[in-house]
């Protein structure tokens, strides 16, 4: 089959797209049409609420509460006191709202806010909910604005009024934004075919993601315990990730949340990792409309009129913009148009368009599950979002998932193209249940993995069958891996008595793992032209000595590795070559390399050394020196740079001798005035657990876990990402006590007391 690969890593970056946060830092003032911070206690249920939140020696907070639903108010109060800006602000952000506050700029990401109805489809899931979620989305708004009456002076001009059906807006709208709204228009583009500008603008500002998901099952590990790690490679600002523990009433949880939503989170007995990658979830349709009336179609011989909705969008500083957003109901869906070519629309029906609360009540059940199969019966309702879910328990079971509702479609159609939409032989016949989706249970190799790999490339061999499953659930090219998927695989395979600190080294780990057939090729290349280091030529000679003792490790105390960095970025131009097209895929051997490739490559040091020289002055610079952490004016230094050319984002979805990312993988900013270029995606929200009596757990979250620049918090986890650490997460009451910073108890009707 054809991939949809090329679009898939747009997910991971756009879900937690960094602009939902760090733009709301500087927003215009705004009055809000009510008080925000205009209610009490009363909207939780009961009278008697009682939370107390213990801050640990990284800020963390800890909730304790008699009762789930104080716990969510004590939840909200803390992540108020931390992200309230974030959290205010992402309300703007699923209304299509912020255009209205900072400019025509953001009118794109409005308009494709607004033509997939999160604020709508947000209202009904609300009513959607179960008793208890409700209870406990209510408690945390109720918690949000205890913490706004209490400090007003934290509380912007701006602020929109916050209710508990704009946590489940958005939810709906992080999740989609990278999926639905992107892939299924996707599968829109023609030849001589353009989407509508907004979606086509939403869609460029999209980069590749990255995410890394394991677990390692008893039999493979020192105590005899399953160990789990979960690193979503994300922006450095994403509002997407709230760190906390919590225990109110049966819930026990610890890990990160979007608002009230525990999506990435251990209990005692269960854990679980998300990574990017989906079964095809959506379709695109081209639908004939008559040409005397375009917004009418003819669907089993009768006339169907389209569902034509006006929205009108403000734009400081300009004039405000109208826009009739089309809708047909293919699938018995509302499905927008997202574009017209002739007497054509095209239009996409995406399987989750009506599901919204589905998830939030999943994830619950997901918190409550004492092993994977009950993670499995919870994740029955199909509410999760497209993902790779890997899970471990206490048992010593794990699993894997492709997740995703996913159509039974009609065969005799290709699916990755529009298909006709003017009857209903090409309606879907309903969706597949949990049971048939792609999955692994307790395989014998003991371990899984998937870092955005196919899901045939879980292991270095005895895969899954891509035949065995329906093009739909499968979803990918057969036998695509990344390269953190095959470092994975290799440290894996060979993993016996594999221990926390093992866990450790792989999740930090910086190894370039094609470094060793580039270094090949430069030694060939030496031999082709042994006279080129007998005269070196200045700075590249030193340059390429140093590669010859490269180990392949991108450390941040390394010269070679920075070294290479700069000689293999200018790769893609080498490889695009007239006659060096067989090259763009691995493996290599010494008789596909030419003296005219070798020729090339060596000039390339040439041009390595001399970037080198005009950026930072000379060849004998360690990586860290340059790649650098921090949000603040301090910075600490970093390994594990992606190495990738910025025309070509998706080569590192596969494994290519184009680009390569370790399993850090991340994405630095140009050089700035300081000549430093600091990281801006990557790994920051990562999570570690093994399922020892009792479990233990270990985090870290960059920067910090609060946004203040005032506060001690604010980027202190910068220098544990540095130095290559976790910080433990206390998910024992007696290692918290040891490690207690602050405590506020929360009454009904009283101030925090400190």
Not at 325 to 343: C, Q
Not at 552 to 574: C, E, I, K, Q
Not at 620 to 644: C, N
Request: proline share 6%; net charge negative; charged share 20%.
């Amino acid at each position: 089959m054809v991939s949809k690969q090329i679009f898939l890593d747009y997910s991971k970056a756009f879900l937690l797209q960094s602009a939902l946060l760090a733009a709301f830092l500087t927003m215009a003032a705004c009055t809000p049409d009510t008080d925000p911070a205009a209610a009490t206690e009363a909207e939780i249920a009961g009278s008697d609420v009682k939370v107390t939140i213990y801050r640990d020696d990284w800020g963390v907070p800890h909730i304790y509460a008699d009762r789930e639903e104080s716990g969510f108010y004590g939840l909200g109060y803390a992540q108020a006191e931390d992200q309230l800006i974030k959290l205010l602000g992402a309300v703007y952000w699923v209304q299509g709202r912020r255009a209205e506050l900072e400019g025509e700029a953001l009118l794109p990401m409005d308009i494709e806010q607004r033509r997939w109805r999160h604020a709508v489809e947000g209202k009904e899931g609300f009513a959607r909910l179960d008793s208890q979620v409700k209870e406990n989305y209510q408690a945390f708004v109720a918690g949000v604005k205890r913490y706004m009456r209490d400090h007003p002076d934290k509380v912007p001009g701006w602020a929109p009024p916050l209710e508990a059906a704009d946590l489940v807006t958005i939810s709906r709208a992080l999740f989609w934004v990278g999926y639905a709204a992107v892939l299924g228009p996707a599968e829109c583009q023609e030849p001589e075919m353009a989407l509508y500008s907004s979606i086509r603008q939403v869609a460029d500002q999209t980069l590749h993601g990255a995410s890394n998901g394991w677990v390692v099952a008893p039999a493979r590990t020192a105590n005899g315990a399953t160990i789990l790690a979960a690193d979503p490679h994300i922006e450095m600002q994403s509002a997407a990730y709230y760190e906390y523990r919590m225990e109110a009433g049966n819930l026990k949880s610890a890990g990160f949340s979007l608002g009230p939503l525990l999506w990435q989170a251990h209990n005692r007995d269960v854990s679980w990792a998300m990574t990017t990658g989906n079964p095809d979830m959506w379709d695109c349709y081209a639908v004939e409309v008559d040409p005397e009336n375009p917004t009418r179609y003819l669907f089993d011989g009768e006339w169907q009129d389209m569902l034509q909705v006006e929205e009108a969008f403000q734009v400081v500083g300009g004039e405000p913009v109208t826009k009739v957003f089309e809708y047909t109901r293919h699938n018995d869906i509302l499905s927008p148009v997202v574009a017209r070519r002739g007497d054509v629309a095209y239009v996409v029906s995406a399987s989750q368009m009506h599901d919204t609360g589905i998830l939030d009540n999943e994830i619950r059940e997901m918190n409550l599950a004492a092993d994977v199969f009950e993670l499995r019966t919870a994740m029955a309702t199909l509410g999760m979002f497209p993902q790779n879910i890997i899970a471990g328990d206490s048992s010593g079971n794990i699993w894997y998932l492709r997740a995703g509702k996913t159509p039974v479609r009609p065969e005799g159609y290709d699916w990755m193209h529009p298909v006709p939409g003017n009857s209903s032989a090409t309606a879907w016949q309903g969706y597949y249940a949990l049971e048939n989706m792609v999955q692994v249970l307790n395989p014998p190799q003991n371990f899984l993995q998937n870092n955005n790999v196919s899901p045939d490339r879980l292991f270095a061999d005895a895969n899954l069958d891509a035949s065995d499953y329906p093009p739909g659930l499968f979803n990918d090219t057969p036998g695509r891996v990344t390269t953190r998927g095959l470092r994975t695989i290799e440290v894996l395979s060979v993993a016996e008595q594999f221990s926390v600190a093992d866990a450790v080294g792989l999740a930090f780990d910086e190894t370039w793992i094609t470094a060793e057939t580039w270094l090949a090729a430069l030694r060939h290349a030496l031999e082709q032209y042994p006279q080129w280091l007998d005269d070196p030529p200045g700075e590249a000679g030193d340059l390429v000595r140093r590669l010859l003792d490269f180990d392949g490790v991108a450390a941040a105390d390394s010269v070679a590795a920075l070294n290479f960095h700069y000689w293999r970025a200018g790769m893609p131009d080498v490889l695009q070559k007239p006659g060096f097209e067989h090259l763009q895929k691995l493996p290599w051997s010494s008789g596909d390399f030419s003296p005219e490739f070798a020729a090339a490559i060596l000039e390339q040091a040439e041009l390595a050394a001399a970037a080198m020289v005009k950026d930072l002055g000379s060849t004998e610079i360690a990586m860290g020196d340059l790649f650098r952490v921090g949000r603040g004016e301090q910075s600490w230094p970093l390994g594990g740079e992606t190495i990738a050319a910025l025309e070509m984002p998706t080569c590192v979805a596969d494994l290519s001798p184009l680009c390569e990312r370790t399993m850090r993988a991340f994405s630095s900013s140009p050089i700035n005035e300081h000549g430093e270029r600091r990281a801006w995606r990557g790994s920051n929200s990562m999570r570690l657990v093994e399922f020892s009596k009792p479990v233990k757990s270990w985090s870290l979250h960059v920067y910090g876990q609060n946004d203040d620049p005032a506060s001690p918090h604010f980027d202190d986890q910068a220098k544990l990402l540095s130095k290559r650490k976790f910080k433990p997460t206390y998910f024992n009451r007696d290692e918290l006590d040891m490690h207690i910073e602050s405590m506020t108890i929360l009454k009904l009707n009283e101030g925090s007391t400190p």
